[in-house]
Structures are given as structure tokens and as C-alpha cells.
């Protein structure tokens, strides 16, 4: 039997789920180019489509990337290369008009942003030299010890309001990071690990000893918003809880009631929304701090977009990397310019 | 007979045809409304040549009329002005005919090319066959051609119980 004519493709599991979700054909990515195949890593799957492509990895979930996006990673070894696995579908800054197209797609390691005139990733550490302008900045971010101080201190006024005769100890460990976890509208972020210590005072009988383990995540919300909003929320999402007993005299109600205490903390006891002040945050997460992202949804600038933990647990804001829309591109590091200026808001914030 | 006359009842005759070849429900209210006794083309002419013209006319539409009722019973949908005339008739036909071609066209299934061809319906059948060339290498066998290929946006797709293969329409 002779071969057909012309080459068929064909779409499976995951990544056909994905593709459908898009609008398959007749959305942004266009008809199959290549069967699914494996990535050279030995470990994801990918199909490429006339306008982009969809990368499955276990750990991370189906992705789309494309445009001048795709094509910055792909110069960067797709998979195999600094950035890692997508782990969102690129999104789009929602502006008021048709132009100009900014768009980003986030990665395991780090962030490209493209528009026209090419793709650039953030941070400036994965940048080539020559699209460094010899220019380097380290990226914006705060330390996973930094973290552990923020989150502590939080934590230890909580505990300082309570009349339970309840306080936490000095000092805060640093229990470690979480990989990507799936997801397949966008993959679960890292967590970070923290472990406290605590007492019950009961008066004359010994005290009760109690440790907590929490794990963290670290994310941006924001409200309702038909373009690209200029204030985000940075939030952290209680992932993980654990009160156990640490010596002393072992009370089961106080391990309970430390456990309830932070719950509540993350949950209120009312329905959406929990905390009245920032009604973006959802049920499970407390609020950090406000971040704004200099987003203008006539112009196209923007400064700030998006938060990324890393492997050693530090939270990177990663900044758009771009010259704005209306400039031509100079001898100027945006990456730079931008790197800094959030650097600086990030020491107040501790 | 004269040769007027000749061509006259051949006319209606060939009319009848006409309107029954279109809609068959007319060729039974003809065969019951049989105009003239012995107007059957070749028979002797009927005596009364000074009547012929209105009853001709009578006869044409009253065989068209019992043919329009007839559908109307048969048929509760069936547009009785809209052929009312064998002109008429053909027309609409040939209109209903172009507009099921536009609807396939628009269907994706084929389109007629500049020459009259039907480039893109072998282009379907090409991608159909690419489609389940690819359904067998993947395992299915037999099903490889039991499943329907559908257009989509830029070509065609076979959905298989565990795969969606895709072939592009050029």
C-alpha cells in the first residue's frame, strides 16, 4: 500500500486535553505539525502546532507557548536549557485596543516576555551577554531566610494576641522547597518549608512543648479586572500544617488548638471573603504585601509580572524585560532599570 | 388538424411530463384529469377546434392545481404559489439544488473550483485517507475507517477513542 499523500498528526492524552481546552483548531495554535512526541530530557512530551507548541511534563502539566516567546526559549534549548518546563499557557496583557501584543510564559526557572520585535527572559541572569547591554543586575528578590523572618514575625503577633498563654519561641527553620507540582490549567508553584517552635504555659505543671511545620505558597491575586491590573496582591497559600508535640507535658487540646488558630488565620470563619481589607485574597491564603506592576493598559508598560520561588527558595519578582512599546530599542537594560527599582520596595518590605 | 394545433396539444402534453418528471404527485392528478378523450400525441384530433384554446388553458392549470393540491395533502409544508408555473418549478428546483451546493461548500465538504471541478472534495479524500493511514499505525485496525472524519478550521480530523489525528486541507 502506497503511503498517503499528504502527513497526518495526531494529538493525545494531556496534551489533546489541552489543545481542545484552547479551542483545538480553531484556536490559537492552529493544526498538529508533529505527532506527540518525546522531549529529548527523556521525560516530557510535546506536540508543535502551525502557531506554537504544548509541553507535558509529570511534575509540571500541559502548557502552551508560542510567538516570539517560543521561539526566545527555543533558542534557549527548549526544555534542556536554563528556563526548564512552561509552567502556565503564555498569557496575554489585557490592554484597551488592538496593539501593541505584549505577552509572557512562565517557567520552571524563570520568565520570557515578547512582543514584536522578540523575546527576552527575566532574570537578567538568563539573558545572553548581548542582550544584557553589559549591563547585570542580580535579580529582584527576597532570600529563603528573609522569608522565615517575614512569615515568623507574622506568625509570632499572632500569637501574641492570643490570651491563651501560648508564644513562640525565637528563631525559625528552614525546612526546605517543594518541586512544581501538576497542574493543568497552570502548575502547582514550589512551597517553602518552615518549622517554629512554641509553649503552653501551665502555670505550676510543666510547660507544653509543640513544633510547627508549615509549608507556604507564594503567589499573586489580584480582583476582577478587564485589562492588566496595576496592583497585584502578593499572597501566601497555607499548603501544608503540622502541630506536633515537642516535650514537656504532652496536652493534646493545646497541639488542637495551635493547629486551629493558624487555620483560622488562612480560612476566617466567614465565607469569601476572609479578610475584609483585601477581598482579592482567597480562602486559604493571607496577605503579604501589595505589589504594583506600573501596568498602563493604554500605553502597554509594564514593570512587574510575576513572583517566582525558586529551587533555593527565594521569591523572585520578575520583571518585564522589555523596552516599552512607544521607545525604540536603545542601549538601555530595562531588565536592569526594573530589577533595581523593585529590589529597593522589597527591603522596605523587611 | 393543423400544424398550430399539433404543436399546441404537444406542448401541453410535453408540459405534463415536465411537471410530473419534477413533482411525481402531479403525474397521478394528471392521469386523473386527462384533458381531451383521445389526446394522446398521434391520435385524430377532437371536433371542436373553436374550444380547444380555453380549454387547453383550463386544463393546464387545473392539472397543476390538482397536482398543488395533492401536495398540499401529502406534503403540509408544500409552497403552493411558489410553482405554481412548470417555469416556475424548474427554477425553484434549480435554486434549492444551488443552495444545498452553497451549504456543503460552507459545510467544509467540497467546494466547486473555477473550472468546475472538485479539487477540494479530493483534497478531503486525500486527507482521509492520510487520516486513517495514520488510525492503523497507531492500532486500530479496522476502526481506522469506521470513525468520521470532520472538518475543522484548515483541514480534517479523525477523533479516535484515544487520539485526535489531524490532517491539513492543503
Known amino acids: 500500500m502506497p503511503p498517503p499523500s499528504k502527513p497526518a498528526f495526531e494529538v493525545h492524552g494531556e496534551i489533546r486535553a489541552k489543545y ?21 530530557d527523556g521525560v516530557g512530551k510535546f506536540n508543535h502546532f502551525e502557531r506554537g507548541s504544548i509541553y507535558w511534563s509529570p511534575r509540571t502539566g500541559p502548557m502552551m507557548v508560542r510567538g516570539t516567546v517560543r521561539d526566545r526559549w527555543a533558542a534557549s534549548g527548549w526544555e534542556l536549557g536554563p528556563l526548564g518546563y512552561p509552567v502556565q499557557d503564555q498569557h496575554r496583557m489585557l ?15 524563570g520568565l520570557i516576555a515578547g512582543d514584536s520585535r522578540g523575546g527576552l527572559p527575566v532574570p537578567m541572569a538568563l539573558q545572553a551577554p548581548a542582550e544584557t547591554l553589559g549591563r ?15 512569615f515568623g514575625a507574622r506568625l509570632n503577633a499572632q500569637f501574641q494576641a492570643d490570651p491563651n ?27 517553602v518549608g518552615f518549622r517554629l517552635r512554641g509553649f503552653h504555659d501551665n502555670g505550676l505543671a510543666p510547660d507544653t512543648n509543640f513544633v510547627i511545620d508549615i509549608r507556604l505558597r507564594l503567589e499573586l491575586v489580584w480582583g476582577p479586572s478587564f485589562t492588566e491590573p496595576g496592583n497585584k496582591t502578593l499572597v501566601a497559600v497555607l499548603d501544608q500544617l503540622n502541630v506536633g ?22 480560612y476566617g470563619s466567614s465565607a469569601d471573603p476572609h479578610d475584609p481589607d483585601h477581598p482579592e485574597v482567597p480562602s486559604g491564603a493571607i ?11 493604554r500605553t502597554g508598560e509594564i514593570d512587574v509580572l510575576d513572583v517566582l520561588v525558586t529551587r533555593n527558595g527565594e521569591l523572585q519578582v520578575l520583571v518585564n524585560p522589555l523596552t516599552p512599546p512607544q521607545q525604540a530599542l536603545s542601549a538601555v537594560s530595562y531588565t536592569y532599570l526594573r530589577q533595581l527599582g523593585v529590589q529597593d520596595a522589597l527591603d522596605d518590605l523587611v | ?43 385524430p384530433p377532437p371536433a371542436a377546434p373553436a374550444t380547444l384554446r380555453p380549454l387547453v388553458t383550463v386544463t393546464r392549470q387545473s392539472v397543476v392545481a390538482a397536482g398543488d393540491q395533492f401536495n398540499a395533502m401529502a406534503h403540509p409544508g408544500f409552497d403552493r404559489a411558489s410553482v405554481f408555473a412548470i417555469g416556475d418549478r424548474v427554477q425553484d428546483s434549480a435554486g434549492r439544488s444551488k443552495a444545498g451546493l452553497d451549504r456543503f461548500i460552507q459545510d467544509g465538504a ?21 487520516i486513517q493511514a495514520k488510525a492503523v499505525t497507531l492500532g486500530y485496525g479496522a476502526q481506522a475507517k469506521a470513525i468520521p472524519i470532520d472538518t475543522v478550521p484548515g483541514g480534517y480530523v479523525g477523533r479516535y477513542e484515544r487520539n485526535d489525528i489531524y490532517a491539513a486541507a492543503q
Not at chain 1, 528578590?141 to 523572618?149: F, N, V
Not at chain 1, 508535640?245 to 488562612?266: K, N
Request: with cysteine; charged share 15%; aromatic share 8%.
Open chain 2, 1 to 43: 388538424m393543423s400544424d398550430k394545433k399539433q404543436s399546441e396539444d404537444a406542448a401541453v402534453e410535453d408540459a405534463h411530463v415536465t411537471a410530473g418528471d419534477v413533482y411525481p404527485f402531479v403525474k397521478q392528478a394528471r392521469d386523473v384529469a386527462q384533458p381531451v378523450p383521445g389526446h394522446v400525441r398521434g391520435m
Open chain 1, 20 to 40: 481542545n481546552a484552547l479551542g483545538g483548531a480553531a484556536g490559537p495554535l492552529g493544526l498538529p505539525m508533529t505527532d506527540e512526541s518525546p522531549s529529548p
Open chain 1, 136 to 150: 547585570a543586575a542580580a535579580p529582584a528578590l527576597l532570600s529563603y531566610a528573609q522569608l522565615g523572618t517575614l
Open chain 1, 165 to 191: 498563654n501560648v508564644a513562640l519561641r525565637p528563631g525559625i527553620e528552614l525546612t526546605g522547597v517543594s518541586d512544581w507540582q501538576y497542574g493543568f490549567w497552570a502548575s502547582t508553584p514550589r512551597s
Open chain 1, 95 to 109: 490592554l484597551l485596543g488592538p496593539s501593541p501584543l505584549i505577552e509572557w510564559c512562565r517557567f520552571e526557572h
Open chain 1, 245 to 266: 508535640h515537642d516535650g514537656g507535658l504532652a496536652l493534646a487540646q493545646v497541639y488542637a488548638s495551635v493547629e486551629s488558630g493558624i487555620t483560622h488565620a488562612f
Open chain 2, 110 to 130: 467540497f467546494a466547486v473550483d473555477q473550472h468546475g471541478g472538485v479539487s477540494d472534495y479530493l483534497d478531503y479524500l486525500r486527507a482521509v485517507e492520510a
Open chain 1, 287 to 297: 496577605y503579604v504585601t501589595n505589589v504594583p506592576t506600573g501596568a498602563n493598559a
